[in-house]
């Protein structure tokens, strides 16, 4: 008699619709019972550090704001992951996508403003240009795998770097047009040039905790959400795209244009990082940041593949988690001191996506203790026929 | 002669090409054995946190804690990368998101600045460095000088892994299994051939050798820890077995092209050449450069020469196949 394992893994048949909800729960749960591992190791006490999370996080006067803060640009980069991942895309550089937005909404917003132009005009004007400064620069690794089959992983990634670079350099190490030139900060420590009142994003005011702030960006968020819901499941594009995803061989012989599908998806998630870029100036910083410490520092579009794939790519649950994650991360900036080592955001963020991923492994298999469902079918012999 | 712009590029990019050597000779052995690890970056950081809070805490001769730190940066590599191997391989996920997760967990703001933190490790110069130990009279040779003799001990023990697994590839038995499994695995194990062993050793050392990359960075190149201090040299590395078509002599030549490409920025700074925006491009051009090979190795007729493991980035179930 052969021993069997004692764990079998098998496929499943049918997906059960309560583990789409059940995986990402207990991927967060298992996720921080791992990293209250890591705080022991270190020395650090996990209940109180939990509490003391929790509470910068959601509780304190002001906290649910400075999470929204932390929020609406991870919604922002969580959806473009989520629009380009879902085609099998993996556009790393929402990164550079942001940053990219964040230069040319910042112009759009100083010009147009600074000719006075109708507030509304000016930050609709910026929201354009946002999304088509974020559009470019992914459509640099759009072209190159659409026309080089050059892998969009590494291109987008290193496209970031270069970004960086440029955000950095138009606010250090030039005189250009986005920098704040006149005064006598300007001489001391380099900053953005201000945008004018006109440019400035409002936010809907409440009465919560003393004064909640509802970013405009957190709203053309929700609204690129319900657009990219509506896009991959009641229209032929996103069809198409998930074909895509599923076999490129099946898509070619289906008769879609490959390679326009792949420019349209890499620009729609470019775009919409843009916008997160954008939302940067125009909500809360109201000058472009081109500091290395500021937001290059926050590396946003890399939490937003964290969301993105806490969230199964699903554009609604991609904003509901990017709040949930942008509290980790405000409550992370908080508390940073010697109790609170910087990197521990980081470290559960991380631990939150292996245990996403492989959670993924219970809805494509089951896993059962024990003997396997069927018994394994005897072997059929076929008697030799006498010659 | 030995001033001269060009030699001393040459020189230190060979020196500055080390860790993406050491790196790539790594995601090499993992992706042969069908294993893609997105990871590097946050190895090599691992790596260089753990390796240079070895010199600062223990004492020891130079020597003896250097070769300590090695092992413990190679160490806390490894240990990342089972991880992955763990998920990828028993777990069968997506290779790429997975490598991506490792990343974010261990990388820049992740681990690495964690334990950095933890460790207070930052703003402090390494109380123990690798430097050149060859005679100076040999380093003072022209051209081959600088550029041969005036390195450090890993650089040479760099070009001996070079030998080791391009030998270990082409002429033993294990690394003949290695290229089975990472070309066809369920040939692989028909043949008897663990392809899961294979996949999980081989990912591990993979893990080691960016372990050591990133210590060659804070214990040799820049003698100090700072967060995120590779600065995408991981990356690179991951780029750099492509363009090397998954063979380890073309590796130390790639590394070496964009060590020196990293190493303009500084050199054109201290020697106050500037032309445009000089701090833009020269810092762009380790990574503008990167994809542009990438485009060009990657398209068309290349394409078909290139040895990519066929099995790469796909998970290996036996019921499956």
């Known amino acids: 008699m052969r021993l069997r394992p004692p764990v079998t893994i098998e496929q499943r048949l049918r997906r059960p619709r309560w583990l789409a909800v059940a995986v990402p729960v207990g991927s967060l749960i298992f996720a921080f019972l791992v990293a209250a591992l890591v705080l022991v190791a270190t020395g650090h006490d996990p209940f109180s550090t939990y509490r003391q999370l929790f509470e910068a996080a959601f509780v304190q006067r002001g906290s649910l704001n400075q999470t929204l803060i932390a929020a609406t640009p991870l919604a922002f980069t969580g959806l473009a992951a989520a629009a380009a991942f879902r085609m099998k895309l993996y556009n790393i550089g929402a990164e550079g996508q942001m940053y990219m937005g964040a230069i040319t909404g910042a112009a759009a917003g100083l010009y147009l403003g600074g000719r006075g132009g109708p507030s509304p005009f000016v930050i609709a004007a910026m929201v354009v240009a946002g999304g088509f400064g974020g559009m470019a620069w992914g459509l640099i690794p759009g072209i190159l795998r659409a026309f080089f089959r050059t892998s969009e992983i590494l291109t987008s990634l290193l496209l970031n770097y270069v970004a960086g670079l440029v955000l950095t350099y138009l606010i250090f190490e030039s005189q250009s047009y986005w920098r704040q030139t006149q005064g006598f900060n300007a001489t001391v420590f380099p900053t953005g040039k201000p945008l004018p009142s006109s440019a400035v994003w409002p936010g809907l005011s409440t009465n919560l905790q003393g004064g909640i702030v509802l970013p405009l960006g957190a709203g053309l968020a929700v609204l690129v959400a319900v657009f990219l819901w509506f896009l991959y499941t009641r229209t032929r594009f996103g069809f198409e795209a998930q074909v895509l995803g599923d076999s490129d061989r099946a898509a070619r012989y289906a008769g879609i244009r490959v390679r326009r599908k792949i420019l349209a998806v890499m620009a729609l998630s470019g775009a919409i990082a843009g916008l997160g870029g954008v939302s940067q100036d125009g909500d809360f910083r109201h000058a472009l940041d081109g500091d290395p410490n500021g937001l290059q520092k926050l590396g946003y579009g890399y939490t937003g593949i964290v969301v993105a794939a806490l969230g199964r790519y699903n554009p609604f649950a991609v904003v509901l988690i990017a709040f949930l994650i942008g509290g980790l991360q405000n409550a992370g900036a908080a508390l940073q001191g010697p109790s609170f080592p910087s990197g521990l955001v980081g470290v559960i963020q991380g631990i939150i996506l292996f245990s996403a991923l492989g959670g993924e492994l219970l809805t494509r298999y089951r896993i059962r203790v024990g003997r396997p469902a069927r018994p394994p079918a005897a072997p059929v012999r076929v008697p030799e026929t006498a010659a | 002669m030995n001033n001269s712009l060009a030699v001393v590029l040459i020189a230190a990019g060979v020196a500055y090409g080390t860790p993406l050597l050491f790196a790539s000779l790594g995601e090499l052995l993992a992706e042969r054995s069908g294993v893609l690890n997105l990871g590097v970056e946050g190895m090599m950081l691992v790596g260089a946190v753990m390796g240079f809070w070895t010199v600062q805490r223990v004492h020891a001769t130079t020597a003896a804690t250097l070769l300590l730190a090695l092992v413990i940066a190679a160490v806390a590599g490894a240990a990342m990368a089972t991880i992955h191997a763990f998920l990828v391989i028993t777990l069968r996920a997506n290779q790429i998101v997975s490598g991506l997760a490792l990343t974010i967990f261990a990388g820049a703001v992740g681990l690495s600045s964690y334990l950095g933190n933890n460790l ?51 002429r033993t038995r294990p690394g003949l299994n290695l290229r089975a499994v990472g070309e066809s695995p369920a040939a692989a194990d028909s043949m008897g051939i663990d392809v899961t062993r294979y996949r999980y050793v081989h990912t591990l050392v993979g893990g080691a050798f960016a372990g050591l990359g990133g210590a060659t960075i804070t214990l040799a190149i820049t003698p100090q820890w700072v967060d995120g201090i590779t600065g995408g040299a991981g990356w690179i590395a991951i780029a750099l077995v492509i363009f090397a078509f998954w063979r380890p002599e073309l590796c130390l030549i790639g590394a070496y092209f964009f060590g020196a490409l990293q190493a303009l920025a500084p050199e054109l700074q201290a020697r106050n050449i500037t032309l445009g925006p000089t701090v833009l491009w020269a810092n762009a051009l380790p990574y503008v450069m990167t994809i542009a090979v990438l485009v060009a190795v990657s398209s068309g007729t290349a394409r078909r020469r290139l040895g990519a493991p066929s099995a790469l980035g796909v998970a290996y179930v036996r019921e499956e196949h």
């Open chain 2, 120 to 170: 207070t490790l930052s703003d402090q110069p390494a109380l123990h460095s690798f430097q050149p130990f060859l005679p100076g009279s040999m380093q003072k040779w022209p051209i081959v000088g600088p550029i041969l003799f005036g390195q450090n001990a890993l650089v040479y023990f760099s070009w001996l892994c070079v030998l080791a697994i391009a030998w270990y590839l082409s």
